[in-house]
């Protein structure tokens, strides 16, 4: 049997994600931090559920109706839609924590907006 990975709590990160944009709808007003609840034990994702919310490395940007309907259906299916790997963007953007240009670099990168 395969062992729990411990949540790590992160307001650094949970903060800078909230002053970023929604990587959907690009609104930047009360964007919240959207974590990832799917696992993937290809990025190291434990399974969360059942009252366990994921360490905060796998939230993402979101304004309150996009996080909404992430979690309205099936959440891999949400993202599929929308061409972004959300594993993907979650590291880089954990990885980018207070470099905001960096931040917005990997966001349009991720989600096809690069210039």
């Known amino acids: 049997m395969r062992q729990r990975l411990f949540r790590v709590n992160d307001d650094a990160h949970l903060n ?3 002053s970023l944009p929604c990587v959907i709808c690009q609104n ?5 931090a959207a974590h990832l609840r799917t696992e993937s034990r290809m ?3 434990d399974f969360t559920g059942g009252g366990r919310k994921p360490s905060d490395k796998w939230a ?3 304004c309150s ?7 309205r259906g099936n ?12 594993f993907v963007l979650a590291l880089s953007l954990h990885a980018a924590t207070g470099d905001v240009e960096l931040a917005h670099d990997v966001i ?8």
């Open 16 to 18: 800078f994600i909230r």
């Open 28 to 32: 930047n007003i009360q964007t919240e």
């Open 43 to 45: 990025y190291g994702k």
């Open 60 to 62: 993402l940007p979101l």
């Open 65 to 71: 109706n996009c996080h909404s309907e992430q979690h």
């Open 75 to 86: 959440e891999i299916a949400f993202w599929k839609a929308r061409g972004i790997n959300p």
């Open 108 to 115: 349009a990168h991720q989600v096809g907006r690069a210039a």
